[in-house]
């Protein structure tokens, strides 16, 4: 009775001490490259090399000093919000319109442009996306940008959408119908509030993936007072030769704090995990 | 069920979808569309052809088949798909969500956290983070390693950017695989172990079965954004010598900093096809067997 008993136990054994080494592999991989993003920016005298940091803030006095990287945080903010605007109130409409009014070959039309959207990215689409802002008088402009992200982001945002609207009950706008409300103040009055936890998903959803997007704003913006944060952090790295650490390094930093704190806040909030293709 | 609660009326529903029809329309189906036609075309982006673009018919198509630089980019990209979404951030996902399964606490948060917060960060940043880990002279890794004046990018430039892809991209299938892993009935599993099954055992017969749908999805999904990724560039830039020269990155060296654009769209046009094809299968694969999982 002993001896498989104890052999159990020292499988059991094993399996925890493969499974602790494992976690603390996988663990070491993820936290490596972060610990530079986290010390860099605080040390007087950065290098590519991760150190105990002499502590310092100079980094962010010339942070501050350097207009360039600064409105680059300014273009990122414009280009996520006025995507994030546009994806949430074009999506609510049509998903709304598309969840409580049946039309035949809308659900069709949907998952195809679905498939289309996840079918047309990036490369498939650089050459003619290039081709047409450049007719639409787009190029160097936000709003091209904008409107190139959107296009991409709302096959999906409307389809999550419709799946959210479509799990809440009609009966709070029949009600208010019998009460003589107009469909736009059942919109405005019911609806959105109701549904506001989908918008507000939709709406992080799109910001983060406009944050972090490079491939658009780098081949539609030729002026470099309208990239955002992410071309102008490649640029500041491959133009000037050498690097400028410290430059570099709090930037990122400051680039890469408004996600984090948005994840963090709305993971607490709403308890979401985030199941599509965010970074798009 | 769709009951026109609010009183929408047909037209006035239709009004509603059509905003975000045209931009979708303008801005991803048009592009798309417009590929076919100049990629017949030896459209550029300065010279005579800017102006006046002709049709070649198949001659790009026909150059881009015969391009050995095109070749390589195609088997590289085929490299970095099936070692860095496949194995890296599939099979790294899975074998996470496996291990951390009903194990709540603060090691589950810990690691969780570390790989998500390695994807909400900005690619740009990411990209950074990995050349300062790579780098020659003075990078993390060779201080580590004690390995002075190794250099990682310059001597294995695909590995580095399949790592950093994994890196970033990890998260995703390891929230897939967990939520899939829930709809698994314990009983099951405990039923399998105790009958003497082995965890690889354990995943083929009774895990894999089940969420078969959530692994198809999954590999659709990060496998087509891996093949049209184009952030590795901001790291190796297809060099040196265009040992990591992906096709995205190979079609905007051709087409936009080459001006070869009637060229760059059949090329991408045929990126297209391949990614069309991907869905296709994908969706076969999933309808026969009833479960399309998302």
């Known amino acids: 009775m002993r001896g498989p008993e104890a ?28 610990l530079w993003l986290a010390t860099a920016p605080f040390d007087a005298h950065p290098t590519i090399t991760v150190s105990v940091p002499e502590f310092t803030l100079a980094g962010f006095r010339e942070l501050l000093d350097n207009p360039y990287a600064l409105r680059s945080l300014g273009n990122s903010v414009l280009q996520a919000a006025g995507s994030a605007v546009l994806v949430v109130v074009l999506a609510a409409m049509a ?42 008088n787009l190029v160097d402009t936000h709003l091209g940008v904008v409107l190139t992200l959107s296009g991409g982001l709302l096959p999906a945002a409307i389809f999550i959408l419709k799946d959210f609207m479509d799990g809440t009950p009609t009966s709070y706008e029949e009600s208010a119908r019998v009460f003589g409300a107009s469909p736009s103040q059942i919109l405005r009055h019911i609806v959105v509030p109701v549904i506001r936890p989908g918008l507000a998903t939709i709406a992080v959803w799109t910001v983060a993936s406009v944050w972090g997007s490079f491939l658009t704003p ?47 806040f709305v993971s ?12 798009r | 069920m769709s009951t026109d609660a609010a009183g929408l009326g047909t037209r006035r529903a239709v009004g509603f979808v059509v905003p975000a029809v045209v931009l979708v329309g303008v801005f991803l189906v048009f592009p798309a569309l417009w590929t076919i036609y100049l990629g017949v075309t030896d459209f550029a982006l300065t010279g005579l052809s800017a102006a006046d673009p002709r049709t070649v018919g198949v001659d790009n198509y026909a150059e881009a088949l015969g391009d050995e630089r095109f070749h390589a ?24 969500a496996w ?39 003075a990078g993390t890794l060779n201080a580590l390693l004690h390995t002075p004046g190794a250099a990682w990018l310059l001597d294995h430039p695909m590995a580095s950017i399949i790592m950093f892809n994994v890196w970033r991209g990890t998260a995703f299938s390891m929230m897939l695989y967990g939520a ?12 399998a172990r105790l009958a003497g099954a082995s965890a690889f055992q354990q995943i083929r017969d009774v895990v894999l079965p089940r969420i078969r749908g959530h692994v198809l999805t999954n590999l659709l999904l990060i496998s087509l954004w891996t093949f049209n990724d184009f952030t590795s560039f901001q790291i190796t830039a297809g060099g040196p010598e265009g040992r990591s020269e992906i096709v995205p990155v190979y079609i905007y060296d051709v087409a936009l900093r080459g001006g070869r654009l009637g060229f760059g769209a059949a090329v991408s046009f045929l990126v297209l096809l391949v990614n069309l094809v991907a869905a296709l299968l994908y969706l076969r694969a999933a309808r026969s067997r009833g479960g399309v999982a998302a």
């Open chain 2, 180 to 191: 899939a892993l829930e709809n698994v009935p314990p009983s099951h599993l405990e039923t």
């Open chain 1, 7 to 34: 052999a159990a136990r020292a499988r059991h054994a094993a399996a925890a001490i493969g499974r602790a080494t494992f976690l603390a592999v996988v663990s070491g991989f993820f936290a490596l490259p972060m």
């Open chain 1, 95 to 136: 998903a709304y319109a598309l969840s409580r009014v049946r039309v035949p070959g809308w659900d069709v039309l949907l998952y195809l442009l679905l498939l289309l959207s996840s079918v047309v990215t990036g490369t498939a689409a650089m050459v003619p996306v290039f081709e047409l802002a450049t007719r639409l």
């Open chain 2, 73 to 96: 980019s195609l088997w590289l990209t085929a490299q970095y798909v099936a070692g860095s979404a496949v194995i890296g951030q599939a099979g790294l996902g899975f074998a996470v």
């Open chain 1, 218 to 264: 780098f081949i539609l913006l030729r002026d470099p007072d309208k990239a955002p944060g992410a071309v102008i952090l490649y640029t500041l790295y491959t133009e000037g030769g050498s690097p400028r650490l410290e430059l570099i390094s709090t930037f990122s930093l400051l680039y890469s704090l408004p996600v984090v704190l948005m994840y963090v």
């Open chain 1, 268 to 279: 607490r909030r709403y308890g979401f995990r985030f199941h599509g293709g965010i970074k």
């Open chain 2, 99 to 137: 291990v951390l399964r009903d194990r709540p606490g603060p090691v589950r948060r810990v690691v969780e956290g570390l790989i998500l917060l390695a994807w909400i960060l900005p690619s740009s940043v990411v990209a950074f983070l990995w050349i300062a880990l790579l780098d020659r002279d």
